[in-house]
């Protein structure tokens, strides 16, 4: 089996979806015989370059080659595809994906990667609006297949009207990368929450600036907060100007996006993650924090009320009030308790999210979509 994915870009800058695509392509690889091309375009800092396994490969294009059908056709390295995975949605590589696969007689699968959420498609709605008539609608519609990474996440294809089949398989992490928080007996810092994802109006930054304005000075004195990500200036000097005003400068602060060990550090520095976000597909960073051991606030703009059912965090409404009531709840607890909860959450992301459990669920996909297994219990019709 070969399967060629396309993604739009896998640089370091864009988020979730590109390190949620290229560890589930490697995972894959590591485990079954299937040959994976990726194609993306070319960016300044991609996630990987290549996949150190002869199975897969990475084919990077300049953005103006994607404008070309014949070239983007051309592009692959195997005479033999059997099955196309597109990664977003609005994108020139995608609709040319479709359009090959089509006309080829290949069928396809699409990850819309939170691309039809209800906020996300607020957000140039006219543009969008226009795309669906023209061509996305209909993309869509003849995949064979769309995966979505959450039910909630389900059940907005449903109410778009879509009917093709939905594979329900969450995004993975490889845990080991992801250490348990080692437990603090000396403080010599005061204790700290944590942000750390796109900074981006989509994301709810405004609801925690507020939300830690709201409490009290008591509460909020042993504790600071730490936004990472990286975003536009311009938005970025507009939440330091509220800081700024709410007199909160030397309680709040910006550290700039964390790779690598800078960010697994900066896990293991917090006690508390939060992520106030509109609209989450599923949240990779959610599954992150959980597997450093550390509890998490998050909304339900997020598929994530398993951080109630395992004791993991809370899963709150969306808006300041609700989010300052559960920055009390977490902040009066003690660092033991805390601690319990975030091992709830590394118990969550062993039991349900790993790559390699992630990665079997596609495999298994990839095969029902060829013909060549039964009917996996994640696939709804």
């Not at 709830?344 to 349900?352: A, H, I, P, T």
Request: glycine share 6%; charged share 20%.
């Amino acid at each position: 089996m070969v399967v060629n994915h396309v993604i739009s870009s896998i640089d370091i800058s864009t988020g979730g979806p590109a390190r949620s695509v290229t560890s589930l392509i490697s995972a894959i690889l590591s485990n079954s015989n299937i040959k994976i091309e990726l194609l993306t375009k070319e960016s300044k800092n991609p996630i990987v370059t290549n996949f150190n396994n002869q199975k897969g490969i990475i084919i990077f294009f300049k953005s103006v080659i994607f404008c070309s059908l014949k070239n983007f056709n051309l592009s692959s390295q195997s005479p033999n595809i059997s099955l196309y995975h597109g990664h977003g949605l609005w994108e020139i590589p995608i609709l040319l994906m479709t359009y090959i696969a089509m006309r080829k007689g290949i069928p396809y699968l699409i990850s819309p990667r939170g691309m039809l959420e209800p906020w996300a498609l607020k957000t140039g709605r006219l543009k969008k609006k226009l795309a669906m008539f023209l061509y996305q609608k209909s993309s869509l519609k003849n995949a064979a297949c769309l995966h979505a990474t959450a039910k909630m996440e389900a059940d907005n294809f449903r109410k778009l009207g879509f009917t093709n089949p939905i594979a329900i398989i969450p995004n993975g992490i490889y845990i080991p990368e992801f250490p348990l928080i080692r437990p603090k007996f000396e403080r010599i810092e005061k204790r700290k929450i944590l942000f750390l994802s796109r900074i981006h109006p989509k994301k709810g930054i405004e609801f925690l600036i507020k939300a830690w304005y709201r409490l009290s000075f008591d509460l909020r004195n042993d504790w600071k907060v730490e936004i990472a990500g990286n975003g536009e200036a311009s938005y970025i000097a507009t939440l330091q100007s509220m800081i700024n005003t709410f007199g909160l400068s030397d309680e709040i602060q910006f550290t700039g996006p964390q790779f690598g060990e800078n960010k697994f550090a900066a896990f293991h520095n917090a006690d508390l993650f939060v992520l106030p976000t509109f609209s989450e597909n599923f949240g990779i960073v959610v599954t992150e924090a959980l597997a450093c051991g550390v509890p998490v606030i998050t909304t339900k703009g997020t598929p994530w009320e398993e951080l109630n059912t395992y004791n993991a965090g809370w899963w709150i409404d969306i808006g300041v009030q609700p989010l300052v009531e559960a920055l009390k709840d977490a902040m009066k607890l003690s660092d033991e308790e805390r601690r319990a909860m975030g091992k709830n959450g590394r118990k969550l992301v062993e039991e349900n999210y790993s790559i390699e459990a992630v990665a079997k669920q596609m495999i298994e996909l990839y095969q029902w979509i060829l013909g060549q297994g039964e009917k996996p219990k994640f696939i709804f019709d």
